[in-house]
Nanobody, 132 residues
């Protein structure tokens, strides 16, 4: 059974940090591109960042500047999103998603397709709330 399990969300004050984790199972982790997406109340889903697991290539949305860092631990089948200097605008439900064709299509396309919900596997979200 394929699973992507996101965790690590919570309530944090502006300027604080959180690290999200996405644990994958049921597929060959190294063959996939894994990414993070977020959806705030009343807004469309937005691609945040993604990583091609086998070589560590990454891409970020402009909206997260250099505050967020994505990484993977292949031994643990886990992708992390380190979020620093959080802002109230970062408040959203964060989802992780994976697709085997991510590298083939390109990471920019991966984030775009994910914003449409058009990726292979999705996990349940984890809520991040940033207070001002």
């Amino acid at each position: 059974e394929v699973q992507l399990q996101a965790s690590g969300g919570g309530l944090v004050q502006a300027g604080g940090s959180l690290r999200l984790s996405c644990i994958a199972s049921g597929f060959t982790f190294e063959d996939y591109t894994i990414g993070w997406f977020r959806q705030a109340p009343g807004k469309e889903r937005e691609g945040v960042s993604c990583i091609t697991v086998h070589d560590g290539t990454t891409r970020y949305a402009d909206s997260v500047d250099d505050r967020f860092t994505i990484s993977s631990d292949n031994a643990k089948n886990t992708v992390y999103l380190q979020m620093n200097n959080l802002k109230p605008k970062d408040t959203a439900v964060y989802f992780c998603a994976g697709d085997r064709r991510g590298e083939e299509r390109g990471l920019e396309a991966f984030l775009f397709l994910g914003s449409l919900g058009a990726l292979e596997y999705w996990g349940k979200g984890t809520l991040v709330t940033v207070s001002s």
